[in-house]
């Protein structure tokens, strides 16, 4: 069925496809949520500061 050079590939596309599932899970499940959060936790955290520095003018 296979020859042997062509199983080592065949393994090799399924580690590659298997590594880049688990890549795109972790990073849609943590890196982006975690990114988002943070970036708007900064923004309200600068609109805060804007309205405490425009009201002590």
Do not use: C, S
Request: aromatic share 22%; net charge negative; charged share 25%.
């Amino acid at each position: 069925m296979f020859e042997f050079d062509q199983y080592l590939g065949f393994l090799a596309f399924l580690t590659i496809l298997t590594i880049g599932f688990w890549l795109m899970i972790f990073l849609l499940t943590f890196v982006v949520p975690y990114w988002l959060i943070g970036n708007l936790r900064e923004m309200f955290k600068e609109r805060k500061e804007a309205k405490r520095a425009q009201l002590e003018e």
